[in-house]
């Protein structure tokens, strides 16, 4: 809140088969701010993510993961000077840095590979915090269901929009789906890649 005006903030219960129900309503009865959005059954990231950015009622959000890889007071503060130079609204995305090698190289040759689909260079788009206009955005319900909707939101709102670099951390809890093993990164390659191919007509 030092930032901005926060009127509200949606934290979203992805079909969880824990006690994060329980936490995040002992969090909201603490704070009138806080919404939750609870989902029986995790059909994918992007439909928790769909679901939380439908209820909210603010023009512009801010996304992040629970995970705590990133630091959100920190990314602002550490840009503040490149932010507050704007003479416009824009949308910020995030370059992680410091990450593992095979990480970066990973997602190296995704954005390769979507470059070359979308002809157009595609920048580090899966970083968090993302800071978005929904009216660039309009059809939330349209979104991937799945990983690809870090893709869709970076190719809806790039033409206006920044790329600020944020320090990755370690993972507070849980585990990367994208790094388990060698078959789940190349079924996520083959999500991202048949996406972008349907997508590309779309792409402006």
């Known amino acids: 809140e030092k930032f901005f005006n926060v009127t509200g903030y ?41 679901e939380g950015l439908m209820k909210t009622s603010s023009d512009m959000v801010l996304i992040n993961h629970a995970d705590l890889q990133f630091d959100p007071y920190a990314f602002f503060y ?15 995305f995030s370059n992680r840095l410091n990450r593992k090698k095979s990480e970066r190289i990973n997602s190296s040759i995704l954005r390769v590979i979507l470059s070359l689909i979308y002809f ?3 920048s580090d788009f899966n970083g ?5 206009f929904k009216n660039t955005i309009k059809e939330i319900k349209h979104l991937s ?9 970076y190719n809806k709102c790039r033409l ?5 670099p944020i320090i990755q951390k370690e993972r507070f809890s849980g585990e990367s789906s994208w790094n388990k093993n060698i078959f789940k990164r190349i079924k996520i390659f083959s ?11 779309n792409y402006k």
């Open 145 to 153: 269901n799945n990983f690809c909707i870090d893709l869709d939101l």
């Open 10 to 50: 949606v934290y979203v219960n992805n079909g969880s088969s824990d006690n994060t129900l329980e936490i995040l309503e002992e969090i909201a009865s603490l704070d009138k701010k806080i919404t939750i959005v609870s989902i029986k059954s995790n059909i994918g990231y992007g439909n928790g993510l769909k």
């Open 191 to 201: 999500e991202y890649i048949s996406h972008a191919l349907k997508d590309r007509n």
């Open 160 to 164: 206006d929009s920044i790329l600020l």
């Open 128 to 132: 968090q915090p993302k800071l978005i």
């Open 120 to 122: 157009n260079k595609i």
């Open 78 to 92: 550490s840009n503040l000077e490149a932010i507050t130079s704007l003479e416009k609204p824009t949308n910020i």
